[in-house]
């Protein structure tokens, strides 16, 4: 007997650690969520073409001063040799031989901030950018701002209800799991409210055997989760240019306390409940 209830004991620890470490991986996605569109906007580039009379010189003190701008994440100098080398990637070295000079001025490519990467803000950018005398034009693609702002709203919104529902399935899934294993000792719970034990003594061993069992399973949810972001960073290096590591510590708090709370709520309600149930109930 004793073998059989710690049979089902690792058997729904397991089940739990398996469900809480999905909770990790939504916590995880969920927190990130904001570091992930930003890093789509600040990837962005404008471009500020100078006007053909700029030298190399007077651009480089143009950039010393955006780089000081609030909404200037980096900047990057293109000379007229750089960009002619990148126009003739693009379109041909016969397509600049029509032309006696390089028809190539020298440019800056800029990336923003992330929260300036919306119309509005892009609008006010570019006026206070063109202000300069040195600046010809600046340029960026207003189509690719608004398909951007769009697609991260509807992902966001996507991902939000994806979350919802994961937490909810685990919910139930570390519920019945929880039930079932307190369902498997009812006999026991009938035995001692026979001999005059009162519902608070009834629950006691039950919710301390349930603490034991959250804080277990949630440590193996997060030393799997924690392994398996370690075996990915050789492979995915850049995903942990996105995800701020800092945050783990708060994924790991969500995790123990959905163990916790779930487990102790679990117990709690179908501890009661088998209290409360006839002898003849517990048969079925």
Same mark, same amino acid.
């Given at each position: 007997?004793?073998?059989? +209830? ?242 783990? +510590? ?31 109930? +517990?048969?079925?």
């Amino acid at each position: 007997m004793r073998r059989r +209830l710690m049979n089902a004991y690792l058997s729904s620890v397991i089940s739990i650690s398996l469900v809480l470490l999905l909770v990790g991986v939504a916590s995880m996605l969920l927190v990130n969520a904001k570091g992930v569109s930003d890093y789509f906007k600040e990837n962005m580039q404008v471009s500020v073409m100078m006007k053909q009379t700029v030298s190399d010189e007077d651009a480089l003190e143009f950039k010393e001063v955006l780089d000081g701008e609030r909404y200037i994440r980096s900047t990057a100098f293109v000379s007229k040799e750089q960009g002619r080398k990148e126009l003739a990637q693009q379109l041909g070295d016969d397509f600049l031989d029509v032309f006696e000079t390089s028809p190539i001025p020298v440019s800056i490519d800029v990336t923003l901030e992330a929260a300036y990467v919306s119309a509005d803000s892009l609008e006010m950018v570019k006026n206070e950018i063109s202000a300069s005398p040195l600046v010809d034009e600046v340029i960026y693609q207003r189509s690719l701002v608004d398909a951007l702002n769009a697609n991260l709203s509807r992902i966001s919104l996507v991902l939000g209800v994806f979350i919802a529902l994961l937490l909810f399935i685990s919910f139930v899934l570390i519920n019945n799991t929880v039930r079932l294993n307190v369902f498997a000792r009812r006999f026991t719970i009938h035995t001692m409210k026979l001999v005059g034990a009162t519902r608070s003594f009834i629950r006691a061993p039950f919710l301390v055997q349930a603490v034991f069992q959250g804080l277990f399973s949630a440590f193996i949810a997060i030393s799997v989760l924690v392994g398996l972001m370690f075996l990915m960073r050789s492979s995915f290096a850049r995903l942990f240019e996105i995800f701020r590591m800092d945050l783990l +510590l708060l994924v790991m708090g969500i995790v123990v306390a959905s163990g916790l709370v779930i487990c102790l709520a679990s117990t709690y309600f179908v501890v009661n409940r088998l209290i409360s149930v006839r002898k003849d109930e +517990l048969y079925y």
